[in-house]
């Protein structure tokens, strides 16, 4: 198990209001399915632990609709299980962070 970072143009795969999931490829091309929950639980303080997860979805869907690198960082040992509404299932590794690449 391993703390990933790298840079990659992801692929959104999901996005239902409650979970946003997504492909990024690693230099070596191999496929790692990311993502995270849109309403997510507070850390022990009770804070947020992303200020505004909606700049995270609106940053992942820019640069998947114009072929431009995300920065993300996840941990392989994080890997969420999430059944969607209509019966759809699907695991992702919790992404830790990621950040444009855009000037």
């Known amino acids: 198990?391993?703390?990933?970072q790298f840079p990659a143009v992801p692929?959104?795969?999901?996005?239902?209001?409650?979970?946003?999931i997504f492909v990024v490829r690693d230099n070596?091309?191999?496929?790692?399915q990311c993502g995270f929950?849109?309403?997510?639980?507070?850390?022990p303080t009770g804070n947020p632990p992303v200020p505004d997860l909606r700049t995270w979805?609106?940053?992942v869907k820019y640069c998947s609709r114009n072929f431009k690198s995300v920065w993300?960082?996840?941990?392989?040992?994080?890997n969420i299980s999430y059944s969607?509404?209509?019966?759809?299932?699907?695991?992702?590794?919790?992404?830790?962070?990621?950040?444009?690449?855009?000037?």
Request: glycine share 8%.
């Open 1 to 4: 198990m391993a703390i990933h």
């Open 11 to 20: 692929g959104v795969l999901l996005d239902d209001g409650v979970a946003f």
């Open 28 to 32: 070596l091309e191999r496929p790692y």
């Open 37 to 43: 929950m849109h309403w997510p639980v507070n850390d």
């Open 57 to 59: 979805v609106e940053t």
């Open 72 to 78: 993300i960082n996840f941990d392989d040992a994080v």
């Open 84 to 103: 969607a509404w209509w019966g759809g299932e699907s695991q992702f590794f919790q992404v830790n962070w990621l950040g444009s690449l855009l000037p």
